[in-house]
């Protein structure tokens, strides 16, 4: 048997024409070889035209991201409701996206209200009916001032108009509209936000706090759509797809409140037991506020019975 074996290595061998030997990385042809190209100068070539993203692949999801619409809710099926007024403190900590430093709440308020995305309402009556333009938001958002700068060919001082932006961090509040109520066809309440309105703390002439100045507001269901793409970064996953428009809806946020519907469209602090600055006065407006939030609570829940 083994004789066998070496009698046809020998007749393979022996083929005419036949070489054996192993294959050299410089012998192998290839794409780039053929057309005269150097294989490492390709490698490098298409190294360099890669294009540098900030983690791991391109996100275009937020892009794609759809408004879901409000259900349908006919006039005959709201039998309560109750108009809510709050603010929302951004200092707090469960409120910090809104300021976040890479793209904070105010900076995408402003980029839609100039893209014509956002309409947006005079900021001294909540029932949207004053519609503003862009450049009546821009003369309250960005201050014009007259400097004199001294020309370098000339030497002489020469006056230059200059634009001082607005600080996003002054903004720490947002005015919140919204209605509680009770849809009867589906046995559930029901919260829609109706607006919202960034507040500006103005300094007076010490550079002291002197007064909270509404900006301007936003319809929000009119918002939504341009919200529904801004994406919200959260503490803990910035793999999170979560718009801004999900977040306002999810109600990840916390508010305290400063009005409800009433008689007389009083605010907590025009009561007399509740006006003024004093620790006794905020206490007061804190737990009115918390009380308001219970009532609409237990008003669906008395609506039960077990």
């Not at 999801?61 to 929302?88: N, T």
């Not at 958002?141 to 030497?155: I, S």
């Not at 209605?179 to 300094?203: E, N, T, Y």
Request: glycine share 6%.
């Amino acid at each position: 048997m083994n004789i066998l074996k070496g009698v046809f290595v020998v007749l393979i061998l022996s083929l005419p024409g036949y070489v054996l030997h192993a294959q050299i990385a410089e012998e192998i042809i290839t794409e780039s070889t053929i057309d005269g190209g150097n294989p490492n100068q390709i490698i490098q070539d298409q190294s360099s035209s890669i294009e540098p993203i900030d983690g791991v692949t391109r996100q275009h999801l937020m892009e794609d991201r759809m408004v879901l619409e409000y259900p349908h809710i006919r006039e005959a099926d709201v039998f309560w409701s109750k108009y809510i007024w709050g603010i929302i403190d951004v200092r707090e900590k469960i409120n910090q996206p809104f300021m976040y430093p890479g793209s904070p709440f105010f900076g995408l308020l402003i980029e839609g209200v100039q893209s014509g995305a956002i309409q947006p309402y005079m900021g001294d009556s909540d029932d949207f009916k004053d519609a503003m333009d862009v450049q009546s938001v821009n003369d309250i958002l960005f201050d014009q001032d007259t400097v004199f700068v001294t020309n370098p060919e000339t030497f002489e001082r020469e006056p230059q108009i200059v634009r001082n932006d607005i600080d996003f961090t002054t903004i720490k509040k947002y005015r919140l509209k919204e209605i509680w109520f009770f849809d009867k066809l589906h046995s559930r309440m029901r919260v829609r936000i109706l607006g919202l309105c960034p507040i500006q703390d103005k300094a007076g002439e010490e550079g002291n706090f002197a007064f909270e100045y509404p900006l301007f507001w936003i319809y929000w269901p009119q918002a939504r759509k341009y919200f529904a793409t801004k994406k919200v970064y959260l503490p803990g996953n910035s793999a999170t797809i979560l718009s801004w428009d999900d977040y306002m809806e999810m109600r990840y946020f916390n508010y305290y409140v400063i009005k409800e519907s009433n008689a007389r469209d009083y605010r907590l602090a025009d009561y007399p037991s509740m006006q003024g600055d004093s620790r006794e006065a905020q206490l007061k407006r804190m737990l009115e506020s918390k009380k308001i939030k219970d009532a609409i609570f237990n008003y669906e829940s008395d609506l039960w019975s077990y």
